[in-house]
């Protein structure tokens, strides 16, 4: 056999290729001066500079505009209109319409949302184009200015047809004192009904005016229970004069103890 005849090369894994490697040495960006730095520190000190701007402003924001409350919840308060924040408005406002309410509540409630927000998960997926410029991607662009002007007008409809006057009332904190929930005669308030309008502790709600320090006699309000008055409507009460007379004690006597 003549030498080098039959001779193989094996690689091994194991040993590392050093020969015409170069280091890893980041790209030289010397030519593009201005458009780029160092990630640490320069890019995060910028970054956390204007974090903690914006976090200054927003503490600021809070503590000279005090976010408003209202009052405690009351799941006995059937007269209650609850609103969602401003950025659910137009979902609560598309409730509104036929077609999306009653019985087509699933229909406006799961699938309409559930289709708009799967197509805006599913745009990457579907619009694959290089272009940038929104005019050479016409599809696009009309879902999303669609989509836009869609959220701005519900939103717009929920704001002007609401009763803002009766939501700022029935959201408003009212001092009241606590009733004796023991007593035979707060049974009667709520064998009849009154404390799903006027409330736990008759402090009143959006349904109907405060019954504590009404400053009204017994006879008043049993005549108003009887016979009804605005928005009460007449035979709300029903039981014994006996009854009637130790409910609107109790209430007349509720009135008084909160002044």
Partial sequence: MHRGKGMKFVGDSRV??????KANIPKDYSEYPGKTEA???NFLLKEWMVGAVFLAGFL???IAHPSPLERVA????????PLPDWYFL???????YSFASGDYNVLGAFVIPGLAFGGLLLAPFLDRSTERRPSKRPLATGFMLLGFAGVIYL????TAHHDWKKQKEQGKIRAFVELNKED??????????CVSCHGDNLEGGAAAPSLQNSGLKPEEIAEIAKNGQKAMPAGVFKGTDEELKILA???????????
Avoid: C, H, I
């Avoid at 009351?74 to 209109?81: H, K």
């Avoid at 137009?90 to 509104?96: A, E, M, S, T």
């Fill in 155 to 158: 939103t717009w409809e929920a």
């Fill in 249 to 259: 004690e109790f209430v007349s006597k509720a009135g008084q103890a909160a002044e």
């Fill in 74 to 81: 009351d799941p006995t308060d059937t007269g209650y209109t």
């Fill in 60 to 62: 600021t924001l809070t």
């Fill in 184 to 193: 035979p005669a707060y049974k009667l308030l709520q064998t009849n009904t």
């Fill in 39 to 41: 990630f640490w520190p």
């Fill in 16 to 21: 590392p290729a050093m020969a015409g490697r």
């Fill in 90 to 96: 137009f979902l609560y406002q598309f409730l509104k």
